[in-house]
């Protein structure tokens, strides 16, 4: 069942078997999972089942390094998580990416690509993508054009493919007509009580907005709330161990990792259509849509010792003729004036987590009757961009193309979240995120760019002109931005001096708490996140099954 902790009406304690803090990808993925068994789920979400500003207040934060961070629009409080505003992309890691390399320090993961493979395929099957097959770091599905052909040693050409659901969607009605499954709406963890010696969850605190206090108890805790707030709640969970739980090392909040992006240079040709047709992503109904991606070939990494990035080519639009600008300003309009005020607040944040310029700069008409008189003198305009459109070439032409790149960020325990001295509405300690990027990110975005532009050239008949930010002399402030991708703050490894979480997920000295999410993640590489925290969030739940399952049939508390 799904409940609403603001409504009063259900009690204020709470016994379960599992608590799951959160519900966005993994955390759903695991509730899931136990549908129809003796297990007694509860699934806490913070936010409703849409966004709404005093719940979304409860993730704003401060930034601390030199590079600009957003903690308050980089993520989303509402059930299905951020990822009720995600862009689909799913695409497994590489092999490389999961293994350690001697020019990443802190690279690695525990536990190897074979061990994650099987929880990939299943993986699939969650996001519906079951007709495509998997390869090592990319689909192996055709795409809708031919991507452009490039020296094997140099780029690759990776496929990715788009999920067409919303988890919390998706899912929403099997969660809340499973009896075994509770979800708690506007339940906000405070607080993980621990046990005297820090070794065991005793129970759970939880609060609302407007006052509400309650605890959860459970066998087993999982911590599913985003690279971000996964830290930020075992730094808080402070009450019995000052440092915070699994924190005996000082490793929690460390590693903090995105997947910085900015613009590497820019593209001249005749022919733009010819670099940025084969990569744009055109969705066929009825189709589970596949698309290529341009990235940087293992070998190219291990020579370059470089950190693994890809890259994708944007159309840049000439001037804008009048009865196309009317046409993009007439349906701009036709959704503003539809949209409530959750609806803004989630376009808001979808703006936020592109963080990227619009595609569409126009100004808002003073009328729609206005702007429909100038679609009608425009009809001209229109025309012509539909035939160019059945000749696949775009609408308005241009001659240039910028190439926007996606990087791995390089494990550094120094770019952390750290508790601030703020507190919010629920008087908890508010985030700081101290983002820092180290001479092997930088060093990545020079060679690559390169290397990007010179290839991506030759195999299109272009010239290619670097950003100055990439020019060796300079010392300017890398010219990057995160993508809502935060990873590593509790990460994975055997070393409890090394990593928050052992190859299970359970956290160092804490028999009962896992975590879950890519905040686990040693490293990144540049896939979406989302496929490998659900393949991730699998495997916990056949870990937690094993655990539970046997108890609860067996009569064990």
């Not at 999961?98 to 536990?111: N, Q």
Request: with cysteine; aromatic share 6%; charged share 20%.
């Amino acid at each position: 069942m799904i409940v609403d902790y603001l409504s009063g009406s259900h009690p204020g304690d709470v016994e379960a078997d599992l608590c799951v803090i959160g519900a966005g990808a993994a955390g759903i993925a695991i509730a899931h999972a136990f549908i129809g068994t003796a297990v007694r789920v509860c699934l806490l979400e913070g936010g409703g089942t849409a966004a709404e500003q005093h719940s979304q207040a409860l993730y704003e934060g401060g930034s601390l390094g030199e590079v600009p961070f957003d903690p308050g629009t980089s993520r989303v409080r509402v059930f299905g998580g951020s990822c009720n505003l995600w862009g689909g992309g799913c695409i497994p890691l590489s092999r490389q990416d999961m293994d350690a390399r001697d020019w990443v320090p802190h690279s690695g993961w525990p536990i190897t690509y074979a061990e994650l493979e099987p929880y990939y395929a299943r993986a699939r099957s969650y996001c519906r993508l079951e007709p495509l097959e998997l390869g090592d770091g990319t689909f192996a599905a055709p795409t809708p054009r031919p991507p452009l052909r490039f020296d094997d040693d140099m780029l690759v050409n990776q496929v990715f493919a788009h999920s067409p659901i919303l988890f919390g969607e998706a899912y929403r009605d099997e969660l809340e007509n499973a009896p075994n499954i509770t979800v708690m709406l506007h339940a906000n963890l405070l607080e993980l009580l621990a046990s005297p010696d820090g070794a065991h969850v005793r129970e759970a605190r939880i609060g609302s907005l407007d006052g509400r206090r309650g605890t959860v108890r459970a066998r087993h805790y999982v911590l599913a709330c985003g690279g971000i707030e996964n830290a930020r709640l075992l730094l808080l969970s402070d009450s019995v161990l000052p440092q915070g739980l699994g924190n005996q090392h000082d490793v929690v909040g460390r590693y903090f990792m995105d997947h910085p992006s900015g613009k590497l240079g820019t593209l001249t040709t005749d022919a733009p259509h010819r670099i940025t047709r084969p990569y744009e992503r055109r969705r066929i109904k009825g189709v589970v849509p596949s698309f290529p991606e341009i990235g940087l070939s293992r070998h190219a990494q291990r020579r370059h010792r470089m950190l693994n990035g890809r890259v994708h080519p944007f159309s840049v639009e000439g001037p804008l003729p009048k009865g196309i600008r009317a046409l993009r300003e007439l349906r701009l309009a036709l959704r503003r004036s539809a949209q409530d005020e959750n609806a803004r607040l989630e376009a808001r944040l979808s703006e936020a987590l592109r963080n990227a310029p619009a595609t569409e700069a126009v100004a808002m008409p003073d009328s729609l009757g206005l702007t429909a008189l100038r679609l009608g003198l425009g009809i001209g305009d229109i025309a012509r961009a539909f035939v160019h459109k059945l000749a696949d070439r775009p609408a308005v032409m241009s001659n240039h193309v910028d190439l926007i790149g996606y990087f791995e960020q390089a494990p550094n325990p120094d770019s952390r979240v750290v508790l601030g001295r703020e507190t919010d509405a629920l008087g908890q300690r508010k985030v700081s995120v101290d983002w820092r990027l180290t001479p092997l990110d930088r060093h990545t975005y020079r060679a690559a760019a390169k290397l990007f532009g010179s290839e991506i050239a030759r195999a299109s008949d272009a010239h290619f002109q670097l950003e100055p930010w990439l020019a060796e002399d300079s010392t300017a402030v890398p010219q990057v931005h995160g993508t809502a991708h935060h990873l590593g703050t509790t990460r994975m490894s055997d070393d409890p001096r090394q990593g928050v979480v052992d190859r299970d997920c359970k956290v160092h000295g804490v028999d009962n708490l896992h975590v879950a999410g890519s905040s686990v993640f040693p490293t990144g590489g540049w896939a979406f996140p989302t496929f490998t925290i659900v393949a991730l969030s699998l495997r916990l739940a056949d870990e937690l099954r094993g655990l539970l399952i046997t108890r609860a049939s067996s009569g064990v508390p």
